[in-house]
């Protein structure tokens, strides 16, 4: 994986660009480029999907090999190793009659303590002081902080569905469920489309705001910052998805 990150940043090097120049272009978050050249992918939320999706956008945009660059990222899996059980062995009887011995001697000096030891002569016994209780204060119970949603629906403008996004920048995965759909993004006034066919799954990313139209709605799941959307239905649909506020 550490080869992978090397790649990456010795392509976008050569090229001239800081991680700064490279988000510009991408809208990768600078924290999340930073991850994939040191190797860091635990360090990028939203699993493997983003991961993909990343490595997908970087590699287009420096020109180098998607597929090469996938194959470093998937991580190895390793059989386990199958251990042959243990030969069996018979237990000795002698560790079995020393238990029943200790088990004897202990019954022995129980009884001895109980019922034939001298009793020591007790103290005459004065009643305690009865005092009241101290006064017990309940706490208040505490409110926990409810975080925001990641999103809210505010309802539909014409044709299209309109959702205010709480955090930004907004990263959006289209995957295909069945079947193809085609798919037409308008980020930060910037125009794309493609025609996905299942299983395959995209990533857009937008800093301002993200327009979306569906030629298939019924047939894809969408991500909006890692949290599902509704599940959708009919054919063409129309998305809008922008920052609070009027």
Request: hydrophobic letters at 40%.
């Amino acid at each position: 994986m550490r080869e992978l990150g090397s790649r990456i940043s010795s392509a976008r090097k050569e090229q001239g660009l800081s991680i700064e120049d490279l988000h510009v272009r991408t809208k990768i978050r600078p924290r999340s480029i930073e991850a994939i050249e040191k190797g860091n992918f635990e360090a990028i939320a939203g699993g493997n999907v983003y991961i993909k999706g990343f490595i997908r956008t970087l590699a287009e945009e420096l020109g180098l090999d998607y597929n090469e660059l996938i194959e470093m990222w998937e991580p190895v899996v390793v059989p386990p190793t199958v251990h042959n059980p243990r030969s069996s062995y018979r237990p000795s009887v002698f560790p079995f009659i020393g238990a029943v011995v200790m088990v004897l001697a202990l019954v022995a000096a129980g009884v001895y303590y109980l019922y034939l030891r001298p009793q020591p002569q007790l103290p005459p016994v004065t009643p305690p002081q009865v005092n009241k209780p101290p006064v017990v204060e309940e706490p208040k119970p505490t409110i926990p902080d409810v975080a925001p949603p990641a999103f809210v629906y505010v309802g539909e403008q014409g044709d299209r569905e309109v959702y205010e996004v709480t955090s930004w920048p907004l990263e959006l995965v289209v995957r295909v469920k069945t079947g193809n759909c085609w798919v037409q993004v308008v980020a930060d006034n910037l125009s794309s489309e493609v025609t996905l066919t299942a299983p395959q799954e995209r990533l857009f990313t937008a800093t301002d705001d993200l327009r979306m139209r569906l030629g298939r709605a019924n047939v894809v799941e969408i991500l909006l910052n890692g949290e599902a959307l509704p599940r959708q239905t009919g054919d063409v649909r129309n998305y809008t998805f922008k920052k609070p506020g009027p």
